[in-house]
Every structure is written in C-alpha cells, then in structure tokens.
C-alpha cells in the first residue's frame, strides 16, 4: 500500500515480515544495538525510520531527522503492557477503562479469579502481546472438545489452571492478565496521526463473518482520538473496543503500528495510508491531509488491487 501511494520510494523492512511478493521492498537483518543501526541506515541510505519494534533502540541510535517514533518511549511502554495500560486509564477515570488484573503465579491466578468472579465470564491473555495473540476465555467444558474448535479461543478455567501450574513449576510462566469476558460487538479505529494530533480516522466494525462496517462516524472515534492525543501517537494506529455485558464501550488495546485490516479501511477509500507515505516523504503537510466521508461495507478477505490515488508534488 505504501509503494502504491509513491511511486518513487523504496521500503526496507525486517527479513522476518518481508512479504511474499517483495518488489522494491528489501528485508533487512533486525539491528541488536545503536551501531548495527547507524551502520544499516548509513549504508543503505534510508532517509526515514519508523520502527515497529525496538524502540528505544533506535531513539539512542537516530536523530529526529531520520527518525518517526510512534509514539515516545515511556508511552510506548506503558501501551505495550496491557496492565500498565489498563491502570493508567483507571487512573484517569477513563469510563471505557477494562478491570485488568496481572498475574505471573498460580496463587495471583487464583486470587484475581476469585476477586473477578462478580464479572460472570472472564478471558486471559498475555501482559505483553500484539492484537489477539494468546487469547483465550475461560468456558467451563472438556478439553478435548474445545481443541476441536480452536478458532472459537474457549478452555476450561481447571485446564487453564492446570496450564498455568505447569508453567510455574517449569519456570516458563510468563505474565499474562485477567479480564472480563466481552460479548461485543468490536470496533478498530484506525488512526492517523502526526506527533498527537489526529489528522484522520476511521472505525471499522465487525458486523459479521468476514463483513466489516468502515465509516467515520461513530461513537468511540472522539474518545480515540483523545486516547491517541494523551499517549502522543504519531503515524497509523489502531485502537480496538469491545462491547461489555452492560452494552457500554471498553477499549482492549492501542496498537501503535497499522492493524492488518486497515486494508479494508483503505478499500473503502480512506487514504490513510497513503497520507502517512507522503508525509514520511515530506510530500505533505498536515493541514492538507484528505478527510474523505465513508460509509461502506468491505468484504473481508477481497483479493483486489489497492487503487490508491497519486498525487505526485510539483
């Protein structure tokens, strides 16, 4: 999407996320200190760096000319620690903030269940993880049943249990948070932003398997805006909702990088991406950034050619 939005650029990316199809886009080994990095950018004559992962890495490594952080290191730790983050919106009386609790021993699991068990359902995750990954819910059923639907993330709170006793006395147990179960539906905002400021935005419902509702009217979109404002967001991001028992609005999580499905928003004409090329380009300003109005329904999953417009500076 970013080479459709600029003709002229050429993007460097970790060998480990190269996609299949890598034209003009070269995988570059993951730099391990400051030297690895001002010797990759030096040689390679990278202009601009945003980095995904590592970031106080590079922020040693790179002066502000050379260098887009998505947001600065404090608040990138804090959002990457879903305990962290859920206290810190707790702390400002953030109604949308999800009672979180951490647990890193077979003890702290048993006393968050019990403090959380008003909740009804509840659901676990790694303390440190990106989207999905590591989800599970805790549904009272068998366990050989529940391997047989995977996709459906439920296990048996006495197998979880068991799982995590297992970790602790291998010394594997990582940490992981406790949450209430929320029936949803979800929403992502996808976000562009320029060093706090919101410049452009989208939600993209859920409204179906495979469907998604893109426009940018919708009730959590200022409560993201002013979510990515206080954490000083800069570039794409992706804050997600979720809909609690209560049918109240409960943000899970704000990804500072690009959410996969942002494809869909950017098929339903949203330009995001596009914009954020060409202000990493220096090709545009801020204040000219396109607000383009959407109400659309995208097919999950489509395999059609992004037609992003180009609009090459003078």
């Known amino acids: 999407?970013?080479?459709?939005?600029?003709?002229?650029?050429?993007?460097?990316?970790?060998?480990?996320?190269?996609?299949?199809?890598?034209?003009?886009?070269?995988?570059?080994?993951?730099?391990?200190?400051?030297?690895e990095v001002a010797q990759i950018?030096?040689?390679?004559?990278?202009?601009?760096?945003?980095?995904?992962?590592?970031?106080?890495l590079f922020a040693d490594a790179l002066g502000p000319e050379r260098l887009e952080l998505p947001a600065g290191t404090d608040a990138l730790a804090t959002i990457a620690s879903k305990?962290?983050?859920?206290?810190?919106?707790?702390?400002?009386?953030?109604?949308?903030?999800?009672?979180?609790?951490?647990?890193?021993?077979?003890?702290?699991?048993?006393?968050?269940?019990?403090?959380?068990?008003?909740?009804?359902?509840?659901?676990?995750?790694?303390?440190?993880?990106?989207f999905g990954h590591g989800f599970w819910q805790l549904v009272p059923g068998t366990a050989l049943s529940q391997l047989a639907e995977p996709d459906r993330r439920e296990i048996d709170p006495a197998a979880f249990r068991w799982l995590v006793a297992e970790a602790e006395r291998s010394g594997t147990l990582i940490p992981h948070v406790l949450m209430p179960w929320l029936p949803g539906p979800e929403v992502s905002i996808d976000l562009l932003m320029w060093r706090g400021e919101v410049l452009h935005g989208v939600a993209r419902t859920k409204t179906d398997i495979g469907v998604q509702h893109i426009a940018n009217d919708h009730a959590m979109l200022p409560h993201a805006a002013m979510l990515a404002g206080r954490f000083g967001l800069n570039g794409l991001a992706s804050i997600q909702y979720r809909k609690a028992v209560d049918g109240s609005w409960r943000v899970l999580e704000i990804n500072p990088r690009a959410a996969g499905g942002i494809v869909n928003s950017e098929l339903a004409g949203a330009?995001?991406?596009?914009?954020?090329?060409?202000?990493?380009?220096g090709r545009l300003k801020p204040a000219e950034v396109p607000r383009p109005s959407i109400d659309a329904i995208v097919q999950v999953g489509e395999r059609r050619e992004l037609a992003i417009p180009v609009q090459v500076a003078a």
């Open 271 to 281: 330009r995001l991406v596009e914009s954020w090329t060409r202000l990493l380009t």
């Open 1 to 35: 999407m970013m080479l459709a939005a600029d003709p002229d650029l050429e993007l460097f990316m970790s060998e480990r996320q190269l996609p299949a199809v890598s034209r003009r886009v070269t995988g570059l080994p993951e730099p391990e200190s400051v030297a």
């Open 41 to 56: 950018v030096a040689e390679r004559k990278i202009d601009k760096v945003w980095p995904q992962r590592r970031h106080a």
């Open 83 to 130: 305990a962290d983050f859920a206290t810190t919106l707790a702390n400002w009386a953030d109604d949308s903030a999800l009672p979180t609790e951490r647990f890193a021993t077979l003890a702290e699991f048993d006393a968050a269940t019990a403090r959380f068990a008003p909740f009804g359902s509840l659901c676990v995750k790694p303390e440190i993880g990106v």
